[in-house]
């Protein structure tokens, strides 16, 4: 399988709406249920919230020959970017797609000389040793009370794994 990894454009709003509805739906439906994935698929997944990120330059995608695959999201928080989404779709994990999406992301702290963070759900303890595999190391969340796990990448350090 051939992936290529491009920046979003406005005609992929529907595939990567698409990425995050079937994953968050397989991720955090069996154990969460419908009220908490419709509630993430309206406030994170809206039309008008992926085209925003789309129009700033926040996202990339993985394709294949069978269309977009994968995606990931970017931005800057204060001194540091943040990598708010990476998703790949279920029958495409496992392939290399995150890891390629990974280094996107690390691309772009490289070129800013910034620190990547991300955060996850603790109930989704699979993607933590992904990201511990990919060089994350645990971190402070940038605000009190942030309810989710977060883990930083920094270019610099010699624990890394890119």
């Known amino acids: 399988m051939t992936i290529r990894i491009r920046q979003a454009l ?24 419908a009220s908490y994935v419709m509630a993430g698929l309206d406030e994170f ?8 990120a789309i129009q700033a330059g926040n996202i ?25 989404k990476l998703y790949v779709l279920p029958n495409q994990q496992r392939n290399g797609v995150g890891r390629h999406l990974v280094g996107i992301a690390k ?13 996850y759900d603790l109930s989704n303890g699979r993607v933590r040793d992904f990201y511990l595999r990919e060089g994350f190391r645990d971190a402070d969340a940038p605000w ?15 624990a890394r794994n890119d």
């Open 10 to 33: 406005p005609g992929d709003i529907n595939d990567v709406r698409y990425v995050g509805t079937i994953v968050w739906l397989s991720t955090y439906g069996p154990d969460k249920g």
């Open 45 to 52: 997944w809206s039309f008008e919230a992926i085209a925003s």
């Open 60 to 84: 990339d995608v993985a394709e294949s020959e069978a269309g977009v695959i994968g995606m990931v999201h970017v931005e800057n928080l204060g001194d540091d970017l943040v990598m708010w």
């Open 107 to 119: 691309d772009r702290a490289r070129v800013q000389g910034k620190r990547l963070l991300t955060e």
């Open 144 to 158: 009190p009370g942030a309810g989710t796990v977060w883990l930083r990448w920094d270019a610099a350090s010699k």
